[in-house]
C-alpha cells in the first residue's frame, strides 16, 4: 500500500495523559497536512509542513498539541494532557507541491479520552 | 464502523440517476476547490478539482461546476451506483498567499438506492 499510512487507527486514552500519533506520507510527497475532524463535520486544518518546517499552524493548535517532522519523511503529532473534547479524527494528508497540489489523506486515528 | 455525518444533510438517489450535490463556498479570494468522498471509517479520497479560472471539469462519472458569482460549487454524478454512497465534502483553499490549509464545507450525505 504506498498510501498515507497513520498509526495507531484507534486510541483509548485517559483525561490528561498524553498521546502520540504517526503519519507516513507517500513516498516523495514533501507536504504533510494535519486535520482533525469530529462526528458530523469536515475536517479541520491544523497544521502543515514543507519538508521539516512548520510553516502554518491553525489557532486549533493549543500549547497542549505539537507536531513534528524531523527528517522531512513520517511526521507525529503528540497531545499533552488530553481532555475529553480532544476526541476526535485526526487526519493526515500528504501532497507533492506545484500547480494542481492535491492533498491525499490517511484514514485517520480515532482518539478517545475518557 | 463508525459513522461519518450522522446529522448530515442527505440526498438520497435511485441506482442509475444522476446526482447533484450542492456546496456554497465562503471566500471570494479562494482559487482552488476540490471534491471529496469520505466513506465511514475511511479519510477522505479525492474525486476531482477546479481552479478558479474554469466553469467546468469533468472525469469518470464526474463533473464540477464553479460558479464565481454566487460563490457556489456542485458536483454531478452520472448514473450513480451503490458504491457511491457516502458524505460527500467540498473544500476550498486560497493559494494566492501560499496557504496550504484546506477549508472544509460540512459535507453532504448520499444514499444510493438499489
Known amino acids: 500500500d504506498t498510501g498515507v499510512s497513520q498509526n495507531p487507527r484507534h486510541k483509548i486514552t485517559k483525561r490528561g495523559q498524553n498521546v502520540t500519533f504517526r503519519c507516513d506520507p507517500i513516498s516523495e510527497h514533501n507536504r504533510l497536512y494535519w486535520y482533525r475532524q469530529t462526528l458530523g463535520q469536515g475536517p479541520e486544518f491544523l497544521t502543515y509542513f514543507q519538508n521539516e518546517a512548520q510553516l502554518e499552524k491553525s489557532r486549533l493548535l493549543s500549547d497542549r498539541f505539537s507536531a513534528e517532522r524531523p527528517k522531512g519523511s513520517f511526521s507525529t503529532l503528540e497531545i499533552q494532557r488530553t481532555e475529553q473534547g480532544d476526541s476526535a479524527m485526526y487526519l493526515c494528508?500528504?501532497?507533492?507541491?506545484?500547480?494542481?497540489?492535491?492533498?491525499?489523506f490517511g484514514a485517520g486515528t480515532r482518539l478517545s479520552v475518557l | 464502523g463508525e459513522s461519518v455525518g450522522l446529522h448530515l444533510p442527505t440526498l438520497s438517489v435511485q441506482e442509475g440517476d444522476n446526482s447533484i450535490i450542492n456546496c456554497a463556498y465562503s471566500n471570494s479570494a479562494s482559487d482552488y476547490f476540490i471534491w471529496y468522498k469520505q466513506e465511514s471509517g475511511k479519510g477522505p479520497q479525492f474525486i476531482i478539482d477546479i481552479r478558479s479560472n474554469m466553469d467546468k471539469r469533468q472525469g469518470q462519472r464526474v463533473t464540477v461546476l464553479l460558479n464565481k458569482t454566487v460563490k457556489h460549487l456542485s458536483l454531478q454524478i452520472a448514473a450513480t451506483q451503490p458504491g457511491d454512497s457516502a458524505v460527500y465534502f467540498c473544500?476550498?483553499?486560497?493559494?494566492?498567499?501560499?496557504?496550504?490549509?484546506?477549508?472544509f464545507g460540512s459535507g453532504t450525505r448520499l444514499q444510493v438506492q438499489p
Open positions: 494528508a500528504s501532497s507533492l507541491g506545484g500547480l494542481g497540489d492535491i492533498q491525499y
Open positions: 473544500a476550498e483553499n486560497r493559494g494566492d498567499t501560499g496557504r496550504r490549509a484546506l477549508t
